[in-house]
């Protein structure tokens, strides 16, 4: 069964950094797949945070954590990585990677219903 599993999240202070993982259960639920996280903020919608092509030689961030994280993936560990530095209040919330797929990169990355597959999440919570 195909399925998607987040680690790493954590309490953390302000500046501390944090790695997210998101391990696929099967090569054939990852290698061929762009992927992505998002979080979901207390009162707020699901929103994207960045995402990778299935080479992992194109990536996309939004413009609130552009310069502080950096996705990556190991396509022969089936595992997406999410490093993410200077962690702000503002970056609580729980995280979610995601799967999808489509011929141009970045007209489906940012959508959340252009992707298939989620895994369950992981809580990042950030204090002042």
């Known amino acids: 069964q195909a399925q998607l599993v987040e680690s790493g999240g954590g309490l953390v202070q302000a500046g501390a950094s944090l790695r997210l993982s998101c391990e696929a259960s099967t090569t054939r639920t990852f290698n061929p797949y762009v992927l992505g996280w998002f979080r979901r903020a207390p009162g707020k919608e699901r929103a994207f945070v960045a995402a990778i092509n299935s080479r992992g030689d194109n990536t996309e961030y939004s413009d609130s954590v552009r310069g502080r994280f950096t996705i990556s993936r190991d396509n022969a560990k089936n595992t997406m990585y999410l490093q993410m530095n200077n962690l702000k209040p503002e970056d609580t919330a729980i995280y979610y990677c995601?799967?999808?797929?489509?011929?141009?990169?970045?007209?489906?990355?940012?959508?959340?219903?252009?992707?298939?597959?989620w895994g369950q999440g992981t809580q990042v919570t950030v204090s002042s």
């Open positions: 995601g799967r999808a797929s489509g011929a141009e990169f970045r007209r489906i990355v940012f959508t959340p219903d252009n992707y298939d597959l």
